[in-house]
């Protein structure tokens, strides 16, 4: 067990950032997040200052929008490290994908062709924010009969989850694991999402944390340099 803070406005004291960094669109080029290898450093620059050691790449993987192959992430996230070695910069990158639920994702599973990550083997994947897809629990089954341990991404945003931890237990008795995304602790009470993030992280059910950063700039690394919290405001501002 661990022990939380509660803060004065009654909400608890955010964790600090995790050393992995679970989900991140840093790949310039292949998603909606780092359109070049000049932000995809800012990024690194940013989680370096956060404190994160090791990210693992997630573009998205969306059969109709990115049709990205696994081999474009492998030969991105290779130029990427090389990169990061020629400059310095203290962050390992490891390939991996945020996959959407669809039909292509389950063939997918049962070939076992998908990038996973850890000795857990992780798959992370996401969902439709507001109504859970029919899919999700035969997804779940499939993943894990293929070796694979089901990573829901940012499962605080789901508004089927929200409010329904009977929900939330039974798909963790299915297997399914959950990210949660680190700005979200930093959420208000009236957000939804901030809520959850935090039920999760105190009943033990946030099992990976993420950031889910799509861009930075250099204003950003100045506000992370100094620890000042308006940065996550500003994360979360741009989360989509
Ligand atoms: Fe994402």
């Not at 080029?29 to 790449?57: F, Q, R, S, Y």
Request: with cysteine.
């Amino acid at each position: 067990m661990f022990s939380v803070l509660v803060r004065r406005d009654g909400l608890i004291e955010p964790p600090p950032m995790s050393e992995v960094d679970a989900h991140c669109h840093i790949l310039p080029g292949l998603d909606d997040g780092a359109p070049n290898e000049e932000t995809a450093i800012a990024i690194a620059h940013l989680l370096v200052e956060l404190g994160v050691v090791k990210v693992i790449a997630t573009p998205h993987v969306i059969s109709d929008i990115y049709p990205t192959s696994t081999d474009q992430i492998l030969n991105a996230t290779a130029a990427l490290s090389t990169c990061f070695s020629r400059l310095g910069l203290p962050l390992k990158i490891v390939p991996g994908a945020e996959y959407y639920v669809e039909r292509q994702f389950l063939d997918r599973a049962v070939k076992r062709d998908l990038l996973a990550w850890g000795k857990e083997r992780y798959v992370l994947f996401e969902a439709p924010v507001y109504r859970e897809p029919m899919l999700l629990e035969e997804v779940i089954f499939t993943l894990k009969s293929s070796g694979y341990t089901p990573l829901l991404a940012h499962a605080e945003r789901y508004r089927f989850l929200q409010g329904n931890l009977d929900r939330i237990e039974a798909l963790r008795r299915m297997g399914a694991r959950f990210q949660v995304n680190h700005p979200s602790f930093h959420l208000p009470k009236v957000s939804r999402s901030g809520e959850l993030a935090r039920t999760l992280y105190i009943k033990g059910y946030a099992d990976q944390f993420g950031t889910d950063i799509h861009r930075a700039t250099s204003d950003d690394r100045v506000l992370a340099v100094s620890g000042d919290k308006r940065l996550f405001d500003r994360l979360n501002a741009r989360a989509n």
